[in-house]
């Protein structure tokens, strides 16, 4: 555990933002396109309700669709995300920031906020955490060979593809409607 995913000393924000969000991560996992269909004894089974099924893959699918309309390299139309591929990752990345920054701010509230640091407020701080946790940079070949065999999305849209389906965000860097990362309710992925 080291910096940018932990740091000793930092702000709730930064950890918070960065490793608590991969743990979250990790534990969403059983709960996404694979881990939900194992119980908790590591059994093949269908332990959710059919209607409960049906919700999830409805959402599930919203997200996937979502993911393709992402450009994964700039100046490279050629390249396309294949969102059911990635979706148990995005899945997992969409649970564990929104568990991650519920677990902020019930921190905060009940710990104490330390403030704005480096003019961010707590609350930025968490988002800009989990930005600078995806910060890559590679070759365009590795980029080109990754989309076709890794199931996460790249640095880059991770940095902004689970944000943006968070309502917290906007609101935290007063966008407005039309702004890049702020989508329209009903453009908002919830899975859970």
């Not at 534990?27 to 999830?56: E, K, V």
């Not at 919203?62 to 994964?72: G, I, M, N, T, W």
């Not at 509230?109 to 640091?117: A, E, F, K, L, Q």
């Not at 070759?139 to 689970?162: K, Y």
Request: aromatic share 10%.
């Amino acid at each position: 555990m080291q910096p940018p995913l932990f740091q000793t000393g930092a702000d709730p924000a930064l950890n918070y933002g960065a490793i608590a969000a991969v743990i979250g991560h990790e534990i969403t996992h059983g709960f996404d396109t694979q881990g939900s269909q194992f119980d908790g004894d590591g059994n093949r089974m269908q332990w959710w309700t059919p209607a409960d099924r049906d919700t999830f893959e409805a959402r599930a699918a919203r997200l996937a669709v979502q993911v393709e309309r992402y450009e994964p390299a700039p100046g490279r139309p050629d390249l396309k995300l294949d969102g059911r591929f990635t979706l148990a990752e995005n899945i997992a990345d969409l649970g564990g920031l929104n568990v991650a920054y519920d677990a902020l701010r019930r921190a905060l509230d009940h710990g104490g906020n330390p403030g704005p640091i480096d003019g961010y407020t707590q609350d930025q701080r968490f988002f800009l955490a989990w930005a600078r946790s995806w910060r890559t940079k590679m070759r365009p070949q590795r980029q080109e060979q990754l989309l076709a065999i890794d199931p996460h999305l790249p640095g880059p849209l991770r940095a902004i593809v689970a944000p943006s389906n968070m309502a917290a965000f906007g609101q935290v860097f007063s966008c407005r409607p039309g702004d890049a990362m702020v989508r329209p309710p009903d453009d908002r992925v919830e899975i859970w």
